[in-house]
């Protein structure tokens, strides 16, 4: 079975900084696709950025970047120009293929991000 | 589009009585999960439909809890003789079968 793990419960960045969360993953499977989901304070889960482990290039959206290293297993997100509203937690995530037949995502257990303004 | 739509956004109940959640999942999609997360975890998956099919369902979803998507439209997880241990919030996501999963602002339970 795949497992997500986040080593970092707790992280704190100045507004305007750069941060980066850290995740890994371990599976058996060579196709599969990896996501970081932002939830902040009482309300709804939402996408930051998805990346298919096919692609050799990272994904990028606006301030959100990853570091996909697939030989290590770890996808790391990375915030630049943080904001107040980046304060959440976020949860990396595990998805086989679909024609796996086996499409729940796996979570990690999360990291709780605050900015300092 | 309005995004997935759950209610009620709070549930709280006297433990041996029985809930039952609703989830509105985003009008094209034919992938339904439900997803249940307790305080300081990430979610961990219960069950998901394709259309009006029940896929799979997680060792966590005991024979206490069944889930229903009639018609393969919006889906009800229903919980009889709730316990103080299925205190949490419940999370319902769709998607198509190869997109990305989006998810509803989650039902909150609690038992007394």
């Known amino acids: 079975a795949q497992t997500v793990t986040q080593s970092q419960p707790e992280m704190s960045v100045q507004e305007a900084e750069t941060v980066t969360l850290s995740c890994t993953y371990d599976?058996?499977?060579?196709?599969?696709?990896l996501f970081w989901y932002k939830q902040p304070p009482s309300r709804q889960m939402i996408l930051v950025i998805r990346?298919?482990?096919?692609?050799?290039q990272n994904a990028t959206e606006n301030r959100f970047s990853v570091n996909f290293q697939k030989a290590a297993k770890s996808f790391s997100l990375k915030i630049s120009d943080s904001q107040l509203g980046d304060a959440a937690m976020y949860f990396c995530a595990y998805r086989s293929p679909p024609n796996s037949g086996n499409t729940p995502l796996v979570f990690g257990k999360g990291t709780r991000l605050s900015v300092i303004a | 589009d309005t995004g997935v739509s759950q209610d009620p956004r709070h549930k709280i109940t006297k433990r041996g009585q029985n809930v039952t959640f609703r989830c509105d999942p985003i009008?094209?999609?034919?992938?339904l999960y439900w997803y249940r997360q307790t305080l300081g975890q990430g979610p961990e998956f219960l069950t998901y439909?394709?259309?009006?099919?029940?896929?799979?369902k997680s060792r966590l979803l005991s024979d206490r809890f069944s889930a229903e998507r009639p018609k393969g439209s919006f889906s009800t997880l229903e919980i009889q003789r709730t316990e103080q241990g299925d205190s949490a919030m419940y999370l319902c996501a769709s998607s198509s079968p190869t997109d990305t999963q989006y998810f509803g602002p989650g039902t909150r339970l609690t038992v007394l």
């Open positions: 439909f394709q259309n009006e099919a029940q896929l799979e």
């Open positions: 990346q298919e482990a096919y692609k050799q």
């Open positions: 009008s094209e999609h034919n992938r």
């Open positions: 599976t058996s499977e060579s196709d599969y696709y």
